[in-house]
């Protein structure tokens, strides 16, 4: 196993190196790769300047179309070199999930491994294509005087950096060590940088980007419930013991916000939340079944969830409560928010019609019961909604006296015909529109 440094590592690749690959193979199939691979065959049968132009122009322009596409497609938070080619490499070897990488996001990988010198090989490889000498390729075909694949347009900051750096020194021991290390730390794949995600395409779970959420000091009252909901997933991500939650009660009154704010309160550990909607309850065992022996603490979300009496989820919903299939995982819980009391709708058919009334019942209303931890959300008194009124107003800076303020809020209240958490932030907004602000 080759892993010291080499002061001569191959800049040429030989193509049939590419076949050797095994734990990445499968980013053979992208496009830039196989452009590539076309072109570093024909390099190496020894065809070169005006010959080599004239047959491959084109399969080169299309490479560079592509590599161009990438580089202004780059999102900013994930720039790992400076170089398109370079960031591309290793784009492809910390998102790619394969075993070697599962096995990264793991944990420590070291070279006891009975499968280690396979491991190594594919480093090598890597290296180089790190390495590949992109100005003497393009000066010896005359393809182009403009080497934008090894052109300085990124500014890889801490810690994406870390495996450019390793790779740089042309140690494999160091670049492999590198990317195990990111993996393990960072994240894998969409895991990387994604906290939330949605699902998508018949279940596969996609990430969902540019989204901030509230922090849960700017939530305005149910004081008890924050503080119990936090303790819970903190005990959960910490320990992995952790109740499912069930955030019942009023319409407006923060549950989904509450929810969605636990991502602001753990953003600095790997807790992550996968939104499902109501038409998507089918989908929870296979993405149970995908996340399970990830090292990921994951929050299943489903908002606003209820039941009509002839409702074929609730039968999958029920199973996956209790685990009656298989038993739920330790790093998977279930948070739900409902406007009703009892998930499943009872009908006063049911009560009349049916021989075992009370075994009826019983079961429609069992299912809130599967949830260990139930917090109760009801809409605040008058006098509760102008203290939020007020609190929101003094947060937002609205330039104006209390009293005017708790006047208009009572109106807005009357013409809304609500009185809740959400009612008060609206009234507060409307404020802020019209320019009640502070300058």
Same mark, same amino acid.
């Given at each position: 196993?080759?892993?010291?440094?080499?002061?001569?590592?191959?800049?040429?690749?030989?193509?049939?190196?590419?076949?050797?690959?095994?734990?990445?193979?499968?980013?053979?199939?992208?496009?830039?790769?196989?452009?590539?691979?076309?072109?570093? %065959?024909?390099?190496?049968?020894?065809?070169?300047?005006?010959? *080599?132009?004239?047959? @491959?122009?084109?399969? @080169? /322009?299309?490479? &560079?179309?592509?590599?161009?596409? *990438?580089?202004?497609?780059?999102?900013?938070?994930?720039?790992?070199?400076?170089?398109?080619? &370079?960031?591309?490499?290793?784009?492809?070897?910390?998102?790619?999930?394969?075993?070697?990488?599962?096995?990264?996001?793991?944990?420590?990988?070291?070279?006891?491994?009975?499968?280690?010198?396979?491991?190594?090989?594919?480093?090598?490889?890597?290296?180089?294509? /790190?390495?590949?000498?992109?100005?003497?390729?393009?000066?010896?075909?005359?393809?182009?005087?403009?080497?934008?694949?090894?052109?300085?347009?990124?500014?890889?900051?801490?810690?994406?950096?870390?495996?450019?750096?390793?790779?740089?020194?042309?140690?494999?021991?160091?670049?492999?060590?590198?990317?195990?290390? /990111?993996?393990?730390?960072?994240?894998?794949?969409?895991?990387?940088?994604?906290?939330?995600?949605?699902?998508?395409?018949?279940?596969?779970?996609?990430?969902?980007?540019?989204?901030? @959420?509230?922090?849960?000091?700017?939530?305005?009252?149910?004081?008890?419930?924050? &503080?119990?909901?936090?303790?819970?997933? +903190?005990?959960?991500?910490?320990?992995?013991?952790?109740?499912?939650?069930?955030?019942?009660?009023?319409?407006?009154?923060?549950?989904?916000?509450?929810?969605?704010?636990?991502?602001?309160?753990?953003?600095?550990?790997?807790?992550?939340?996968?939104?499902? %909607?109501?038409?998507?309850?089918? /989908?929870?065992?296979?993405?149970?079944? @995908?996340?399970?022996?990830?090292?990921?603490?994951?929050?299943?979300?489903?908002?606003?969830?209820?039941?009509?009496?002839?409702?074929?989820?609730?039968?999958?919903?029920?199973?996956?409560?209790?685990?009656?299939?298989?038993?739920?995982?330790?790093?998977?819980?279930?948070?739900?928010?409902?406007?009703?009391?009892?998930?499943?709708?009872?009908?006063?058919?049911?009560?009349?019609?049916?021989?075992?009334?009370?075994?009826?019942?019983?079961? &429609?209303?069992?299912?809130?019961?599967?949830?260990?931890?139930?917090?109760?959300?009801?809409?605040?008194?008058?006098?509760?909604?102008?203290?939020?009124?007020?609190?929101?107003?003094?947060?937002?800076?609205?330039?104006?006296?209390? +009293?005017?303020?708790?006047?208009?809020?009572?109106?807005?209240?009357?013409?809304?015909?609500?009185?809740?958490?959400?009612?008060?932030?609206?009234?507060?907004?409307?404020?802020?529109?019209?320019?009640?602000?502070?300058?």
């Amino acid at each position: 196993m080759t892993t010291e440094s080499s002061d001569n590592i191959n800049r040429v690749i030989a193509s049939d190196i590419f076949s050797t690959l095994s734990f990445y193979r499968p980013v053979l199939e992208h496009p830039i790769l196989k452009d590539f691979l076309i072109l570093s %065959k024909a390099y190496e049968s020894g065809l070169k300047g005006a010959e *080599y132009r004239k047959e @491959y122009l084109d399969t @080169y /322009y299309h490479l &560079k179309s592509l590599m161009l596409g *990438y580089s202004f497609n780059k999102s900013e938070d994930t720039n790992y070199a400076k170089t398109p080619w &370079k960031d591309f490499l290793i784009t492809q070897i910390v998102g790619n999930e394969n075993p070697l990488t599962l096995l990264f996001e793991r944990g420590p990988v070291t070279k006891q491994h009975p499968f280690a010198k396979s491991m190594y090989h594919e480093f090598e490889i890597f290296m180089k294509l /790190y390495h590949f000498d992109w100005d003497t390729f393009l000066k010896e075909t005359n393809l182009d005087d403009t080497n934008i694949f090894s052109a300085h347009i990124f500014f890889p900051v801490p810690p994406c950096d870390e495996i450019d750096l390793a790779f740089s020194t042309e140690n494999i021991d160091k670049a492999f060590t590198a990317t195990n290390e /990111y993996i393990n730390h960072h994240g894998l794949g969409i895991f990387e940088i994604n906290v939330s995600f949605k699902i998508v395409d018949g279940g596969r779970l996609s990430p969902i980007t540019n989204q901030k @959420y509230k922090p849960m000091d700017s939530l305005v009252g149910y004081d008890m419930q924050k &503080k119990e909901l936090i303790a819970n997933t +903190a005990s959960f991500i910490n320990n992995y013991t952790g109740l499912n939650v069930l955030l019942q009660g009023d319409m407006g009154t923060g549950k989904s916000t509450m929810v969605k704010a636990l991502l602001d309160t753990f953003k600095d550990t790997k807790l992550k939340m996968v939104e499902i %909607k109501k038409d998507q309850l089918e /989908y929870i065992p296979s993405v149970i079944e @995908y996340v399970k022996k990830r090292p990921y603490p994951f929050i299943l979300f489903i908002d606003d969830l209820s039941f009509d009496e002839d409702d074929a989820d609730y039968k999958i919903f029920k199973n996956v409560m209790e685990g009656s299939l298989e038993e739920n995982p330790q790093n998977v819980l279930i948070y739900a928010t409902s406007n009703k009391r009892h998930l499943v709708t009872e009908t006063m058919s049911e009560r009349d019609n049916a021989v075992h009334t009370k075994d009826v019942m019983e079961e &429609k209303l069992s299912l809130s019961s599967r949830f260990g931890l139930v917090l109760t959300f009801e809409v605040p008194n008058q006098k509760g909604y102008l203290s939020m009124v007020l609190e929101l107003a003094k947060e937002a800076g609205i330039n104006m006296p209390a +009293a005017r303020i708790e006047s208009l809020a009572i109106q807005w209240e009357l013409r809304h015909l609500n009185r809740s958490g959400r009612t008060a932030e609206q009234f507060i907004d409307y404020l802020k529109i019209n320019s009640f602000t502070e300058d």
